[in-house]
């Protein structure tokens, strides 16, 4: 039983798309993540959100708006996608004990721009 | 600014052997350091958890210690296996929210 979950696995779009990405939890916790990783393999937060609401906002061109409709799911939306934005972007949960915050990933999601 | 450096170029060890990590940290005064594991395609996976006020965690035949003197945090993986290989990640926070990844090392343990 997958306990994070993104989709689309694969995104492969051209430049100056929108597209969006799917992240959805199934372990009760109340903090949900975005991380952007790049060819390097570098892992970088780009926003979190705590019961739906906004707590991380790291500096981020606002083409990236998250969306929380409810606290186990977590959207990225893209706007006006450009080169740059080809990496791997993974979704990850944690329980908010404020005790290390263990995080939970998904297997990410492959966004290739053309 | 902060600064959290691991090992950039792959760890080659021999099967067997205990496989030594390292994650050094500058301008950051962590409460906790993770260490996750990372294999090719896949979102890394949380190992360990070490606090600022301990010195050692063991797991298994996972050893991790946390020196805040020297800014400092070596993972050990002991008798090592070919299944050990991935890309091993340090991670720190001051106690909220937000976790700072470290840049990775991969390690590759061959037979």
């Known amino acids: 039983d997958t306990a994070v979950s993104q989709t689309p696995k694969y995104l492969v779009t051209q430049m100056g798309n929108d597209k969006s990405i799917k992240c959805e939890q199934n372990l009760g916790h109340d903090t949900m993540y975005w991380y952007k990783q790049d060819s390097k393999k570098f892992l970088k937060i780009m926003f979190s959100?705590?019961?739906?609401?906004?707590?991380i906002n790291e500096t981020v061109p606002n083409r990236f708006s998250p969306k929380s409709p409810d606290k186990a799911h977590l959207n990225l939306h893209i706007n006006s996608l450009e080169l740059g934005d080809s990496a791997v972007y993974f979704c990850?949960?944690?329980?908010?004990?404020?005790?290390?915050?263990?995080?939970?990933f998904g297997d990410g999601t492959r966004l290739s721009i053309l | 600014s902060q600064k959290i450096e691991q090992n950039s170029e792959a760890l080659n060890i021999q099967e067997g052997k205990t496989a030594t990590l390292t994650c050094n940290y500058t301008n950051y005064s962590p409460a906790y350091l993770q260490w996750y594991r990372q294999d090719p395609g896949r979102g890394p996976v949380f190992l360990l958890l070490i606090r600022e006020n301990e010195k050692e965690k063991r797991k298994e035949r996972l050893k991790v210690t946390f020196d805040t003197t020297l800014k400092q945090s070596l993972f050990h993986i002991t008798a090592s296996q070919p299944a050990d290989s991935a890309t091993y990640l340090c991670?720190?926070?001051?106690?909220?929210?937000?976790?700072?990844f470290g840049t990775g090392t991969q390690l590759k343990v061959e037979l």
């Open positions: 959100y705590n019961n739906k609401e906004l707590i």
């Open positions: 991670a720190l926070t001051g106690g909220g929210n937000k976790l700072t």
């Open positions: 990850a949960s944690s329980q908010d004990t404020g005790h290390g915050v263990i995080q939970h």
